[in-house]
Nanobody, 128 residues
Framework: QVKVVESGGGLVQAGGSLRLSCTVS????????TGWFRQAPGKEREGVSC????????YYADSVKGRFTISRDNRKNTLYLEMNSLKPEDTAMYYC?????????????????????WGQGTQVTVSS
């Protein structure tokens, strides 16, 4: 069975940095696009960033562009999200998800419907 496990969340002050990791097992990780979503209390889940199967295509939400960097290591079946210059509005539960597609368009990247397997999430809290 497919298993998706996020880690690396925590409490950080505004302006700080965190690096999230997501390890995927039970499927051919290198064949599929993967992404990060987040959900803050009382808000809808939103797409943060995604990366295509070979790492060549990456998309970012406008709210994180220039501050967050997504990457993947297909040898380790792991997805990363480097988050810098964190803001209180970045506080949310962050979820990793795998798509059943290898390539995603910009619109598909931020659509949860294009992702089939989700982790349990890792909490990121940014204090002001």
């Amino acid at each position: 069975q497919v298993k998706v496990v996020e880690s690396g969340g925590g409490l950080v002050q505004a302006g700080g940095s965190l690096r999230l990791s997501c390890t995927v097992s039970g499927l051919m990780f290198e064949n599929y696009a993967t992404g990060w979503f987040r959900q803050a209390p009382g808000k809808e889940r939103e797409g943060v960033s995604c990366i295509n199967w070979n790492g060549a295509g990456k998309y970012y939400a406008d709210s994180v562009k220039g501050r967050f960097t997504i990457s993947r290591d297909n040898r380790k079946n792991t997805l990363y999200l480097e988050m810098n210059s964190l803001k209180p509005e970045d506080t949310a539960m962050y979820y990793c998800a795998t798509s059943w597609k290898s390539l995603l368009s910009l619109a598909e990247c931020f659509s949860a419907a294009d992702f089939g397997t989700w982790g349990q999430g890792t909490q990121v809290t940014v204090s002001s």
